[in-house]
Every structure is written in structure tokens, then in C-alpha cells.
């Protein structure tokens, strides 16, 4: 067997693995399949960077507004905003459970905000479109109008 540097993890080092028969532990395949496919549609989509800068524009286009409507309040201070989660209120505990009721009639889903926090949250993770954003700010501009 080939030496290896004695600082090395076992976890690391493979002679450990043959001398054990591949017994010694068994990576997680299918985790690591998932982050490939992840890997390879994030290159695809043009990179962190890229994904980055779509984020901060999806994210944009739903602070801006949230922060321009008469009607919704966001839950967060500027400086401490999620580009992934963005939270906010109609004005009352019944204007958002109607608002997540109403949303998921027109196939806008998981909208309800955390079980202790309530409110509203859209989660804008890397896989949501621009699109979904935009469906989205279209729903609370026709639910603004028809609860104001």
C-alpha cells in the first residue's frame, strides 16, 4: 500500500478504505449525485456570478415593490434583507391568510411566512425565474387593488 501523510483524516485516506473492503464508510451517492446536477445547472445558468446577479434583481424587483406599496409592509430592516426570503404583510393577520388562500388559487404556492412570525414570505431561491417573481408581484398589485 501506498503511504499516506499521517495528518490526513481517515475519511481521506483510501488505504484505510481498502484495507477495510470499502466498508468504512459509504459516501453519500445520491447527495452527491444532487450536488452534481446542481453544479452543472448553475454552469449552465452562467456561473455564481451570474446566478448572483439574477438573485439581486429578483430580489430587487420585490423590495422595490413592497417598499413603494401604500398596502404591503416588509418585515425586515434594509440592511438585514434575504435575497432568498423575502417577508412581509398585507396589514393584518386575515389580510394574509386570505392573501396565501387567494395566491394559491392562481398556482402561487408556499407563500405562508414562518409558524411563530406569521406574514408573508416568498422564497426566491436560485431555481425561481425572473418569471415567478413577476407573476408574483402581478398577483399582489390585483390583491392590493380588490383589498385596499
Known amino acids: 500500500m501506498k503511504r499516506a501523510d499521517k495528518n490526513l483524516p481517515s475519511m481521506l485516506n483510501f488505504n484505510v478504505h481498502a484495507e477495510n473492503r470499502s466498508l468504512f464508510n459509504t459516501p453519500p451517492t445520491y447527495s452527491i449525485y444532487m450536488s452534481k446536477l446542481v453544479f452543472e445547472w ?3 445558468q452562467g456561473g455564481v456570478k451570474e446566478i448572483e446577479r439574477i438573485n439581486r434583481h429578483k430580489a430587487s424587483l420585490l423590495y422595490d415593490f413592497i417598499d413603494n406599496s401604500k398596502f404591503y409592509k416588509g418585515n425586515v ?3 438585514f434583507r ?5 417577508t412581509f404583510s398585507a ?6 391568510a386570505l392573501f396565501v388562500k387567494e395566491a394559491e388559487k392562481n398556482s ?3 407563500l405562508a411566512g ?3 412570525a406569521g406574514g408573508i414570505r416568498a ?3 436560485n431555481a425561481m425565474p425572473v418569471e415567478g417573481v413577476t407573476s408574483l408581484i402581478g398577483f399582489m398589485k390585483k390583491f392590493e ?3 385596499s
Open 114 to 116: 414562518h409558524k411563530t
Open 42 to 44: 448553475l454552469t449552465a
Open 77 to 79: 430592516d434594509r440592511e
Open 82 to 86: 434575504s435575497l432568498m426570503n423575502v
Open 123 to 125: 422564497s426566491i431561491y
Open 108 to 110: 402561487l404556492t408556499n
Open 91 to 96: 396589514g393584518s393577520k386575515e389580510l394574509d
Open 145 to 147: 387593488a380588490d383589498n
